[in-house]
């Protein structure tokens, strides 16, 4: 399907003013508080999970810079992407490190009044057409967060096709050699990269992914109820089956639970409460578990269709395995579930 997000729809999406659904309204943003924007991530990923991947990275970039940047960084680059003028990607994934952060491998040097860049970055979301990386390299081995321009000599693009799921959500490879940034473009203090930025950047993420989640399980429970009402074998709708009514019933209770871990994470992040993370790292976890589950469950109940390539159930499917893994693989996930749980006893 040319495994791109159409123009029009990133056109909309910029018109209805959702590039800037967290941002101030000084900057041209919406303001939404955090559930409000959950709810919103929720109905995009309802619709296709590429397209909320758009919120997802362009809103972490936005939200370090707004956190982090000095007053001429937001001034400077709030405004346009807010409007979505300018379109923002998330770079921290290397070819040899994903979850360990921390060993990143790409290196910053100053030199006069520029980092010289080198390194490679992997799996970026929205890489093919990002006009605005926000980069992580080590100086002097302290992870640090820069802004790259796309237009920035050095730096090379190699889109990612072929993925089992999120197909739209243009991955890209990209290259760093010698890329000189200005000094300027440093978000945050030397050391501050993943600490202070890349935390804020995933834990929202996170949120979103954990809402997006929800959505396109809702969207599975939807086209197997519709499915099972139109679909009849043995003289009756298979919905009069009390094995598709089990799978049904626990699509219902699954995907409301899921969602109510969600907006106890917004309302603990609009509160401004610490025990927010923790919270947030719960209802990703779960809800990306019980997406895996429905739509497996969904692809199950419309049977040789919901194989076929292009059918909505089928498409949710390979995207519920991508949401097991971005942002926090399932298993890290347990690990620190399970690490904070025993903490307190």
Sequence with gaps: MGEKINENLISKMSKSGYLGSVLPEQYGGMNLDMVTAGILNEEVGRGCSSARSLLTVHGMVELAILRWGNNEQRQKWLPILAKGTKLAAFALTEPNVGSDAKSIESTAILENNYYVINGTKKWTTLGQIADLFLVFAKVNDKPTAFLVDRNT?????????GLMGARASMVAELSFEDCKVPIENAIGSIGMGLTHVAMTCLDYGRYTIAFGCVGAAQCCLEES??????????????????????????????????????????????NKEHDSIMETWNAKYFASTVLQKVASDAVQIHGAIGCCNGTTVERCYRDAKINEIIEGTTQMHEVLISTSAMRGF
Excluded: T, W
């Design 153 to 161: 000599q050095g730096l090379h693009i190699k889109p990612i096709n």
């Design 225 to 270: 109820i519709k499915y099972s009402k139109k679909r009849k074998q043995f003289g009756q709708p298979i919905r009069k089956n009390q094995l598709i009514q089990k799978m049904i019933s626990e699509m219902v209770v699954n995907i409301k639970a899921a969602r109510l871990l969600c907006y106890n994470a917004g309302c603990l992040k609009d």
